[in-house]
């Protein structure tokens, strides 16, 4: 399986930004898939979240700015991010948690990242 994050880039604050992620191979199903984020020197938090039923879940922070949607057909889910701030900066995980056929339990997978840096 492959976990794979496009979109990140260099962003003026008030910019936006969109943020892709597409999973590949052996995939029966995917339950969850959400977006982490990691700054310099923090913990790796959630961002947004979002279940194979269209349930979101968001970080404070980013309630009202981030929208996370979800296509099960092409196993891709999006981060629109708006109204960006240098806060925001940071290096986005994707992170999915996959039912290979005939399991039971998902496994998690993570991307490589993608960089996001809004300037102020």
């Known amino acids: 399986v492959q976990v794979v994050e496009s979109g990140g880039g260099l962003v003026q604050a008030g910019g936006s930004l969109r943020l892709s992620c597409a999973a590949s191979?052996?995939?029966?199903?995917?339950?969850?898939m959400g977006w982490y984020r990691q700054a310099p020197g923090k913990q790796r938090e959630l961002v947004a979240r979002i279940t194979n039923d269209g349930r979101t879940q968001y970080v404070d922070s980013v309630k009202g700015r981030f929208t996370i949607s979800r296509d099960n057909a092409q196993k891709t889910v999006y981060l629109q991010m708006n109204s960006l701030n240098p806060v925001d900066t940071a290096v986005y995980y994707c992170n999915a948690h996959i039912f290979h056929p005939t399991a039971i339990v998902t496994q998690q997978y993570w991307g490589p990242g993608t960089q996001v840096t809004v300037s102020s």
């Open positions: 191979g052996n995939i029966y199903q995917i339950a969850f």
